[in-house]
């Protein structure tokens, strides 16, 4: 992985995620914190979608914090890559 800075990406606005992304202490692992309008219905998939990501992109050691508001899978995919990519992490190609 490489060196991680302070990023975010998205906005506040409806049908949007805004995801802030900054480096966790060694050995954190991934800490998650997740804000949603619909936490109750969708924060389990919210959750999994985002570490999907951060798998893909071979990312530990991060802390995210996820205010959702009504988004669908492919925006939070998206913000989720905007902010590891404004991060400083060399995304993978074949994801992009």
Known sequence: MNE????????????DIMIT???GEKGSGIVLELESIVLAQY????????EAMLAEQNVTDIYV???DRGALDCTIQARTLAALAR????????LI
Do not use: D, F, M, W
């Open 87 to 94: 991060a400083g992490i060399i995304l993978r190609e074949e």
């Open 43 to 50: 924060g389990q998939a919210i959750r999994r979608t985002i």
């Open 4 to 15: 991680l800075k302070p990023a975010q990406a998205g906005t506040l606005e409806s049908n």
């Open 21 to 23: 992304v900054a480096p």
């Open 65 to 67: 914090k996820a205010v």
